[in-house]
């Protein structure tokens, strides 16, 4: 359900995932929708139910909760860059994320950016540039693997 989307015009093609590099994911989408609710922001709180909709669909395809029930998934490598003054996505549900997803015998490096806010890396600085080359590093070792 979430994950084939055909494409008759070319059914040969593989477009299978072989890693993941990101920044703040939405590991648990129901824990952020929470964060939103203690911040009461009320546009990410409604965009949640907008998106998520019917509403069990929060619960059905979240990564978090899909590794707790330890549904069958595929585990590529993973990078999770992580501010860590971020309120949006906080720190401590990527931690659990991680923890999680190696638990479930999936490679994940995750780097908390200390000092730094949801969207660090749209401001220029040592530390965007540090996850830049961060990012760099971790695609160049998937691709050599």
């Known amino acids: 359900r979430y994950n084939?989307?055909?494409?008759?015009?070319?059914p040969a093609l593989d477009a299978t995932v072989a890693y993941v590099a990101t920044r703040s994911p939405i590991s648990d989408p129901y824990a952020r929708f929470q964060q939103a609710e203690r911040m009461k922001r009320e546009g990410m709180i409604e965009n949640s139910r907008i998106y998520f909709n019917p509403w069990d669909t929060i619960y059905e395809g979240n990564p978090q909760l899909?590794?707790?029930?330890?549904?069958?998934?595929?585990?590529?490598?993973?990078?999770?860059?992580?501010g860590g003054l971020d309120d949006n996505v906080l720190p401590a549900l990527q931690e659990k994320f991680a923890a999680t997803y190696k638990a479930a015998g999936g490679v994940c490096e995750l780097t908390v950016f200390e000092?730094?806010?949801?969207?660090?890396?749209?401001?220029p600085g040592p530390q965007t540039d540090r996850a830049r080359d961060m990012v760099k590093a971790f695609i160049a070792r998937q691709l050599k693997a």
Not at 4 to 10: F, Q, Y
Not at 66 to 82: D, F, G, H, S, Y
């Open 4 to 10: 084939a989307i055909p494409l008759p015009a070319t």
């Open 66 to 82: 899909i590794l707790e029930r330890r549904e069958p998934a595929t585990l590529v490598p993973m990078l999770i860059m992580q």
């Open 115 to 123: 000092g730094s806010e949801h969207e660090w890396v749209a401001k």
